[in-house]
């Protein structure tokens, strides 16, 4: 698995960098994140969830959408909105409450 990084509104904030618990992720100063190992990633979304701008969405293994789907998430008060991309460009909201973990 891997995620895709939009880095035209990344911030170089560096939170989904100390989230990651693989290390896969580094920010340099004024630089977009950057996956460091794409296929070490094994897709535990710890780093969308806490991405304020919505600059990271978790590809998705085939059979959970066809290939090239795409799961991004907000939070928001106790909230998590998940949102899937199939490839098509349907959009599934799925809305579920945040655990005391936030996970
Ligand atoms: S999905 Fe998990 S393992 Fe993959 S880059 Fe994000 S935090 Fe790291
Ligand atoms: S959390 Fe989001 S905005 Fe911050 S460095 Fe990571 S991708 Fe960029």
Known sequence: MSIVINPSICMSCGKCVSQCPGNLLEVSRNKAVRILNPSFCWGCAACIKVCPQG?????????????????SVKASKGTLAWQVELPGGKKINIDAPEGEDGY
């Open 55 to 71: 600059a990271l969405k978790l590809f998705l293994p085939p059979v959970l959408g066809g290939r090239g789907a795409r799961l």
